[in-house]
């Protein structure tokens, strides 16, 4: 936990990781997705919120959200977003290994959009969506992300060519040597977890792409070529043959429905 403690207090500002025009693609294809199974009144847990991204948006759709991440300095953005225009049912810092402040099967919908790719060891994750499924109700949604492996050795190609075990290692675990930072996986790896736990998959989504082609290239855009960009990227986002070259997956489920 200290290394992903270090990541988000001091080489990661979370709450603007998404407002670059690269990182719209992430945020609006996320969005749209959320709008689809987020509905008024329904109680939300945005269980790794980071700095309240998408805890906001889904207060004024009107939904019931609470909100918690592990980084302090995240949780400390919430609330100071939330005094200027209270919105959030509830706010709190914890992790998701241990919900244990709620009740089993009192929310609607639960977003793990975070945890899961930060989470190393094979046992972390399983408690992870254990924990994060023991509060959804039964019939309820889950939405969980993830960063893609093959995306991944792509992007490090280059980088790494010149030592080859590095990324033979990296496929093969699906992280960096002597690091718990990030965990990669694969669309079918985790979709494989997923089932394990009795979860329906309803959607599996391209969040935003081969970044590693063209963010250079979408950040230079004007407006009227970026929106025919997305418009494109949403058209294919849940084209199977795109889900392994996307630097993050998206996938929507629902609990005790097979």
Avoid: W
Wanted: glycine share 6%; charged share 25%; aromatic share 10%.
């Amino acid at each position: 936990m200290e290394e992903i403690q270090k990541f988000y207090n001091i080489d990661c500002d979370e709450s603007q990781r998404l407002i670059t025009q690269s990182g719209q693609i992430e945020f609006t294809t996320t969005m749209k997705y959320l709008k689809l199974y987020c509905h008024k009144d329904m109680s939300v847990l945005d269980a790794c919120a980071g700095g309240g991204i998408y805890s906001f948006p889904l207060a004024d759709f009107g939904c019931r959200v609470t909100a918690g991440d592990l980084i302090a300095s995240n949780v400390a953005h919430i609330r100071a977003e939330n005094e200027k225009n209270p919105k959030l049912k509830d706010i709190y810092r914890g992790s998701v290994l241990d919900l244990s402040g709620f009740y089993d099967n009192c929310f609607d919908v639960v977003l793990n959009l975070g945890s899961y790719y930060h989470l190393c060891d094979e046992m972390d994750r399983e408690k992870s969506l254990s924990e994060t499924l023991r509060v959804l109700k039964d019939g309820g949604i889950y939405i969980i992300a993830y960063i893609n492996r093959c995306a991944n050795y792509l992007a490090h190609f280059e980088e790494l060519k010149d030592n080859f075990s590095f990324l033979v290692n990296y496929m093969k675990t699906g992280h960096i040597e002597n690091s718990t930072l990030f965990y990669s996986t694969t669309p079918e790896l985790i979709e494989e977890d997923l089932r394990k736990h009795h979860l329906k998959l309803l959607r599996h989504v391209a969040t935003d792409g081969p970044m590693f082609v063209y963010r250079d290239i979408v950040e230079h855009m004007n407006g009227e070529d970026f929106d025919a960009f997305m418009d494109i990227h949403l058209k294919l986002c849940e084209q199977k043959s795109n889900l392994g070259y996307s630097e993050h997956g998206l996938i929507i489920a629902q609990k005790g429905a097979l």
